[in-house]
């Protein structure tokens, strides 16, 4: 059974436009790896529980604008339990598209 070429080639379009998706999120999936990284060696560092609150919100918000990721200090939650803590964070991360937005939504954290 002989495919008709204009299938063929449909399906060749669409296969190109998934691969090309998916390469232009691959960044933003690679960066949140790279921040979840960074925030559990930052929450497992022995001076992290010494630190402030404040202070490892301001080294988290830093770290995620290095690597181009829209995170705001109201969208790091930390929690302490025994003195060590916890971070936890979500944000949004818009992709716009000639055709349309897409909203990633991320998270990394500590646990």
Do not use: C
């Amino acid at each position: 059974m002989k495919l008709p070429l204009w299938r063929l080639i449909t399906g060749i379009a669409v296969l190109g436009g998934f691969v090309l998706v998916m390469i232009t999120l691959a960044p933003v999936y690679i960066d949140n790896y790279r921040l979840r990284s960074y925030v559990r060696e930052l929450a497992a560092a022995p001076q992290a529980s010494a630190e402030s609150d404040d202070a490892l919100r301001s080294e988290v918000v830093a770290r995620a604008h290095q690597l181009d990721l829209p995170v705001a200090p109201g969208d790091v939650r930390i929690t302490r339990q025994s003195g060590k803590p916890h971070l936890d964070m979500s944000y949004k991360v818009k992709m716009e598209f000639t055709v349309y937005q897409v909203d990633l939504h991320m998270s990394a954290g500590s646990r």
